[in-house]
């Protein structure tokens, strides 16, 4: 069974997109079986994927209009579900089910071909992201060292509470991910504290390995290219890499 990931935070521009696409591309170079799927209208996901004008989207499953297999595409380091504009019709409905996502990626052609099923979400807390936390195992949170930082993280832990409740009791939080990160800096390394404390209390705890800024992340978006490719020594992918590894050992002692 695919191991399911939503990388969340209601929050804006965290790197949320680009922690998908890391992630996803340095599993697949460890010749891990993954899917990322983008469930953000904006389609960051599927534009830095090279995918300009995807055919079929992830809108057309999730409204029976096409199935999934039709609409994979296959990149070089994952297979990719794109999203369109057209999400945010899904994203406004008061008439999706909480389960429409969990039930597409439960579908065997799914859940059984791949080990890792990664999902990019949009920068709130309305239908598309309540779809991806309900069909996951995990999340993993990406922050920035802001003081606004807390607060996204309160309402979507509460979020992740609910969801938690009513429709998904094991999801769980894998781990906070500090993107943009410059551990030079005073303030940082307070939020860095002050938010080490505060994943405590949410039962989780601070990734070891932080993403440096570097130009190399949007240059690589640009060039639709991922950043392995792109910039393999640069400092936010050996980031990547580490980060990646953390994922795989932190899942392996859940
Ligand atoms: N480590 C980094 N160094 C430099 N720039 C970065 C880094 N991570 C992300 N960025 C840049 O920050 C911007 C926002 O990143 P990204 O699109 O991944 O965030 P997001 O959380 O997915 O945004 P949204 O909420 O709009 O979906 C992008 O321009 C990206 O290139
Ligand atoms: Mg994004």
Avoid: W
Avoid at 4 to 21: D, H, N, R
Avoid at 164 to 185: A, D, E, M
Wanted: hydrophobic fraction near 35%; include cysteine; aromatic fraction near 6%.
């Amino acid at each position: 069974m695919a191991i399911v990931i939503s990388i969340a935070s209601q929050k804006g521009g965290v790197g949320k997109s680009t922690t998908a696409l890391a992630l996803g591309s340095i599993l697949g170079s460890k010749n891990k079986k993954v899917l990322l799927i983008d469930m953000d209208s904006q389609a960051n996901l599927t534009y830095s994927s090279g995918v300009d004008k995807p055919d079929k989207t992830i809108t057309d499953i999730l409204s029976d209009e096409s199935s999934s297999s039709e609409a994979i595409i296959k990149c070089k380091y994952y297979d990719l579900l794109c999203a369109d504009k057209y999400l945010s019709n899904v994203e406004m409905s008061s008439e999706v089910e909480p389960t429409l996502l969990k039930k597409i990626v439960l579908q065997p052609n799914i859940s059984k071909a791949y080990d890792y099923i990664i999902i990019d979400t949009p920068p709130s807390l309305g239908n598309l992201s309540y779809n991806s936390l309900v069909a996951s195992n995990f999340v993993i949170v990406p922050v920035e060292a802001s003081v606004f930082s807390m607060q996204g993280i309160i309402q979507l832990h509460d979020t992740i509470l609910n969801i938690k409740k009513y429709h998904n009791k094991t999801l769980n939080i894998l781990g906070i991910l500090l993107v943009k990160y410059n551990k030079r800096t005073i303030l940082s390394r307070n939020i860095k504290e002050t938010l080490c404390n505060y994943a405590k209390v949410i039962n989780t705890s601070i990734f070891d390995t932080t993403i440096r800024q570097g130009i190399s992340v949007t240059e690589a978006q640009y060039q639709q290219q991922p950043l392995i490719d792109y910039a393999i020594k640069s400092k936010p992918t050996l980031d990547y890499i580490n980060f990646t590894n953390e994922v795989l050992e932190r899942i392996e002692n859940k």
